[in-house]
């Protein structure tokens, strides 16, 4: 056999060996990067925007799109945005958000979500402003905004009560679709956290690991992947007492109902507390039983993964993102899969042919254009389709009075605090609808 015929050979066998990525790279033309994300108007902007890209790559819409950006999202680099498209759930607390029944359906089926994860090169900046290491941060991002599908948002009994009374409290909630910061369920990428009653009257926290976190019985409960009676009893604090000197570094002030995690290992962190006790029956008495229930349940969700890039980026540097994000992109769906104790899927739908290799270049012809470059600038220029879903400009938000005070963690707050609350609208057969725009990970 000739020689040129062998090397031939072997880089073709090379060439068909490479892993494709699992996202598609974007690139915007300053309508996202440049959202200020004051209203309700802005979201439907942005949201119509990334569609029109999204569907000119002639990928299949998927249930749940992940999207990271190599820019701040509205001026910050740690607020996120959930965004609802549809919901078939009842029995777990969503009519609270989605009134009046909580359900809804997608005006771009089968679309379920988008989750705007913000600035995937801010990553470091953003793990350490949680004291939180860097490994795994973008898997605990990724699972904390995808929770949000299904809330948390169920209510608990104020008080055992004979049926047929029940008064209920959103105790467990330390703010939109987050767990309290008091809640004691085994920690999960949606709040809460590990508390061990020291027998004295206080209780100390287990720091978490990013790259570990797992969903709790109660959250796969939620999700449709656990029965009631695999749910343990679960707890949480009352009239909690935090150290004096240890703030927040999020909200400021001391630590409430709405912190996040507690991820630092090397500070011990005590409260004084008492716990209450509670059960799956109490979620069920306040909130009606989950339907479709487990045994019904999809166990399977389709998940779109993309890189956003700036219209700023020039070609290597889109190139180095996506060097950064493709294991990270890579591990959203078995991190999913793990934290779900391995009954949840994610079935990933996007595809990227993988980076050029050496061997690609040296037979490749010199005047052909970079493969990357030439797709996100199809992708560009294709961006103007019209077609997305609309949502009428309604809107509650508290975020115009920081943003124009020029602080962007104070706007990145009244984001989280804005919660799923920020807007209702009707539009395509979207009943009050809501978006969750919140600090920094979810």
Known sequence: MRPILVLSLLLVSAIA?????????????GTIENHALKTQSDLNTIHKKLLALYKATG????????????????????????????????????????????????????LH??????????????????????????????????????????QVPIAPLPAGQTPTTAELIGFSFHWSFWMDAGGSPAGGNVWTDNGDGTFTVTAADPKNMRYSML???????????EVLP??????????????????????????FPWFDSSTPFTVHATRRSLTIDDVVQANGARAPDADNAPKSWQ??????????????????????????????????????????TLEVVTYDPAPATDADAATSDADAPDAAAAEVLAAADAGTDAEAAA??????????????????LAFG???????????????????????????PAS
């Open 17 to 29: 060996q490479a892993d494709p990525r699992v996202f598609v790279t974007l690139q915007d033309d």
């Open 59 to 110: 990928e299949p819409i998927p249930e749940i799109l992940s999207v990271w950006t190599t820019f701040s999202l509205g001026g910050t680099d740690v607020s996120t945005i959930f965004d609802p498209f549809s919901n078939d759930v009842t029995g777990i607390g969503l009519q609270t958000a989605y009134p009046p029944q909580g359900v809804f359906k997608s005006s771009t089926p089968p």
């Open 113 to 154: 979500s988008i989750l705007f994860h913000n600035n995937v090169l801010a990553l470091a900046s953003r793990a350490s402003l949680q004291n939180a290491p860097l490994d795994g941060f973008a898997n605990y991002l990724f699972l904390l905004e995808l929770s949000h599908n299904w809330g948390p948002a169920i």
């Open 219 to 229: 959250d796969l409960y939620l999700m449709g992947l656990a029965k009631p009676a």
């Open 234 to 259: 679960f707890g949480v604090l009352e009239n909690a007492v935090p150290p004096p000197k240890v703030g927040d570094p999020l909200w400021g002030g001391p630590y409430a109902a709405r912190s």
């Open 303 to 344: 998940l779109g993964i993309v890189l956003l890039v700036s219209q700023n980026d020039a070609p290597d540097a889109i190139a180095a993102a996506q060097q950064l994000f493709d294991p990270l992109a890579s591990a959203c769906a078995p991190a999913f899969h793990a934290a779900t104790q391995a009954r949840g």
């Open 391 to 408: 949502a009428a400009p309604t809107a509650k938000s508290g975020c115009t009075a920081a943003r124009a005070a020029g602080d962007p």
């Open 413 to 439: 707050l009244l984001l989280v605090a804005v919660g799923v609350r920020i807007g209702q609208r009707r539009a395509r057969n979207r009943p009050a609808t809501a978006r969750s725009c919140e600090h």
